[in-house]
């Protein structure tokens, strides 16, 4: 079993649907929650940065944390076809010099016209 | 101005052969990193530099072998390529200083290796 689990889709949506995208974890030492967005041909870009449980929002991005779960997150609010791209969750337990993240395969969305 | 840039974009080599893979930030981080992504999107950490020095080392065949000359600066040199290395590799970088930082990794675009 991976330490973090992702649906790798694909996920089909009309422009304007909310998405709901989600990962789950089995190392309960993880605090750092993140979300990145990879376009295709390019590097992944953080989108998210969350540490613990809880909620935090950005715009048409919401990111949930349930440490109590190990399960996360990213809710995406009247997607646009530039949204269209690969979504990593991403996750690690320990701060400071050589930090290691924990990647899930992604997701891959398509939000179409 | 490009925070994170590798060069190559694209790599294409015969089995056997030795190649290098470069990588820049100009965002005066202190940590560079090199993961490795495969054909089904997994990314996975293979090197962390910080401050010039080594500090991880996944399970990695020593025929990789990172440099950094500076911490600006973190090179990827790989002997004897077998099919298996066939992937994109992305340089990354970030900052050590004040809590939760060091998570916020910034990724290059990529150097796609294709070993025929």
């Known amino acids: 079993q991976k330490e973090v689990e992702q649906d790798p889709g694909p996920l089909s949506v009309p422009e304007g649907a909310i998405v709901s995208l989600n990962c789950t974890y089995s190392n309960s030492a993880f605090q750092y929650f993140m979300w990145y967005r990879q376009y295709s041909r390019k590097g992944p870009e953080l989108l998210m940065y969350?540490?613990?449980?809880g909620n935090k929002e950005d715009g048409r991005f919401t990111a949930q944390v349930d440490k109590s779960s190990k399960y996360i997150s990213l809710f995406i609010r009247d997607s646009q076809p530039s949204d269209s791209a690969t979504y990593l969750c991403a996750m690690s337990g320990v701060t400071g010099g050589g930090n290691k993240l924990t990647f899930g395969t992604g997701t891959q969305l398509k939000v179409e016209l | 101005d490009t925070a994170v840039s590798q060069t190559p974009k694209y790599l294409v080599t015969q089995m056997g052969n030795d190649k290098s893979i470069k990588c820049e930030q100009n965002l005066g981080h202190d940590t560079m990193y090199w993961y490795k992504q495969d054909s089904k999107k997994f990314l996975k950490i293979m090197f962390s530099?910080?401050?010039?020095?080594?500090?991880i080392n996944e399970t990695v065949p020593n025929r990789f072998s990172p440099k950094s000359p500076d911490k600006a600066h973190l090179n990827l040199h790989i002997n004897s390529l077998e099919l298996g290395d066939s992937a994109v590799y992305f340089c990354?970088?970030?900052?050590?200083?004040?809590?939760?930082?060091?998570?916020?990794?910034?990724f290059g675009s990529g150097t796609q290796l294709s070993v025929l």
């Open positions: 969350t540490y613990s449980s």
């Open positions: 990354a970088s970030s900052n050590t200083r004040g809590a939760g930082t060091n998570e916020k990794l910034f």
């Open positions: 530099y910080n401050n010039k020095e080594l500090i």
